[in-house]
């Protein structure tokens, strides 16, 4: 079962509606997203639609907060292969499809990891002499994976022996059966522990460090003064080169320290319960990794992930261009960009496939929505004048600060590559001109409801008379 089409309306930071069509195969999902764009907003709709199966969220506490007249929601379309039919489940306010078997089935075999989650395998524990992943073992990564005899989770099991009654010292028959339960969870725990190292060996030799590690679990006890659960302890001890580092995650850089952490939560991953639907997620895991390091994890992905469905973001143009060129031959990765803009009101989402910013300005022009036109007219203009400078090797203006580099660069080096080419009619320049500083320009928006329908209709011609004639 794949996913083939996300649709996501008034969520979190995208207003309106948007679809990301992953045709019938079901693709992977390659993001490139600003800071603020909404690819982080993206990664939340798949992950708190999975785990809505379980009631753990409410459509409304994630509504847009400026769209408060229309509500939203979000519909995934699954295929089980590229010739049956489609299934479409909604999450929204007033709809929960998603407490269906394969939903509930797929949130507890899911993988969703983002730069955060690597933190709690090292940086959360920089205070201490020793990093201990009995919580985030036993109550995140591990709690969905299931002992082959009793059929219970480990979650199940933790929280039988958690809420069974702490008898006194001389309330020996209950103690027996206390310390029996400890017993039975202890040795579940240590034969995932045993699974879970040996895949994170296996994976962590893909990076190519000379780096072992050690989960050591002595097992929880019952203190019988206290009336207390000891030792939810599980220490992640590494050796470097054969050596035992005491405080590794104080010794060792980013980069092996997130190696480690990618390693853990992938082999984690790989051992939780069979799912109809298996995705995996990773939302900017990699900022802790330089460009050799970050490479591995793409022949991680394809030797150990091949059946999952894989959606990979990132805010690093760079990376993106090289996974999306790793990626580009046997149809199996889409590609796609967000970009990040502002009206006076609220901020807005730039995305739409394969770049045709001009349609879906009219699209929002339909429906009578002036800015969020303006903004994708704007988008279009510049990425038609972007690219062909690019594509002609024409001098633009320097910048120190390539930040401070806006579309007037680009337009004034075409209008003096056209002084000789010709590119463009002097009537052409002129609406251009024109539109520029009316609707063309960001400081616009506050001012573009009062602008007539006409004239943005104008402007979107205006655009496409340029697009056609730079070719």
Same mark, same amino acid.
């Given at each position: ?14 207003? &309106? !509606?948007?679809?990301?069509? %992953?045709?019938? /195969?079901? @693709?992977?999902? *390659?993001?490139?997203? #600003?800071? &603020? !764009?909404?690819?982080?907003? %993206?990664?939340? /709709?798949? @992950?708190?639609? *999975?785990?809505?199966? #379980? ?417």
């Amino acid at each position: 079962m794949r996913i083939t089409k996300i649709e996501i309306r008034n969520f979190r930071a995208f207003p &309106g !509606s948007y679809h990301i069509n %992953l045709r019938k /195969a079901g @693709k992977n999902l *390659l993001v490139y997203g #600003e800071n &603020g !764009s909404g690819k982080t907003s %993206l990664y939340q /709709a798949l @992950k708190f639609f *999975l785990e809505s199966s #379980e009631g753990s969220h409410r459509f409304k506490e994630h509504q847009n907060i400026f769209i408060t007249n229309d509500d939203g929601h979000i519909k995934l379309h699954l295929r089980a292969n590229p010739g049956a039919n489609e299934q479409v489940y909604e999450w929204s306010q007033n709809v929960r499809e998603t407490n269906d078997a394969l939903i509930i089935e797929a949130s507890k075999a899911k993988g969703f990891l983002d730069y955060k989650n690597l933190l709690e395998t090292h940086y959360v524990h920089r205070e201490e002499e020793n990093v201990n992943v009995f919580k985030l073992l036993v109550d995140n990564l591990l709690v969905n994976t299931v002992n082959p005899v009793t059929n219970r989770t480990l979650g199940e099991e933790w929280k039988s022996v958690q809420q069974k009654p702490r008898p006194r010292r001389n309330a020996k028959t209950k103690i027996a059966e206390l310390e029996t339960e400890i017993e039975t969870f202890n040795g579940e725990l240590k034969r995932r522990l045993e699974i879970l190292q040996a895949k994170t060996s296996e994976i962590l030799q893909k990076f190519g460090y000379n780096v072992t590690l050690n989960l050591d679990f002595q097992g929880v006890t019952y203190n019988q003064d206290e009336k207390t659960l000891d030792n939810q302890k599980i220490s992640l001890n590494v050796e470097f080169f054969d050596r035992d580092i005491p405080a590794h995650h104080r010794f060792l850089n980013e980069a092996k320290l997130s190696a480690i952490a990618i390693a853990i939560y992938f082999s984690s991953i790989l051992i939780q319960p069979e799912s109809g639907l298996k995705i995996l997620a990773l939302d900017d895991v990699l900022i802790g990794l330089d460009m050799s390091n970050r490479l591995p994890v793409l022949d991680i992905l394809e030797a150990y992930f091949a059946d999952y469905q894989i959606f990979l973001t990132t805010y690093d143009k760079a990376w993106y261009e090289i996974v999306k060129q790793r990626t580009s031959h046997g149809g199996k990765w889409k590609s796609v960009e967000f970009y990040f803009r502002q009206t006076d009101e609220y901020e807005i989402p730039v995305y739409v496939e394969d770049k045709a910013y001009l349609d879906k300005a009219k699209e929002y022009l339909e429906v009578n929505d002036y800015k969020a036109c303006a903004i994708y007219l704007r988008t279009a203009f510049e990425m038609i004048i972007e690219e062909f400078c690019e594509s002609k090797h024409l001098p633009v203006k320097y910048r120190r600060d390539p930040s401070k580099q806006d579309s007037q660069d680009f337009w004034d080096a075409i209008k003096i590559e056209n002084q000789t080419a010709t590119l463009l009619s002097q009537g052409l320049i002129n609406d251009i001109e024109l539109y520029r500083s009316r609707i063309l320009n960001p400081l616009s928006h506050a001012t573009i409801a009062n602008i007539p329908k006409k004239e943005i209709e104008d402007t979107i011609e205006a655009v496409e008379r340029l697009k056609t004639a730079l070719g």
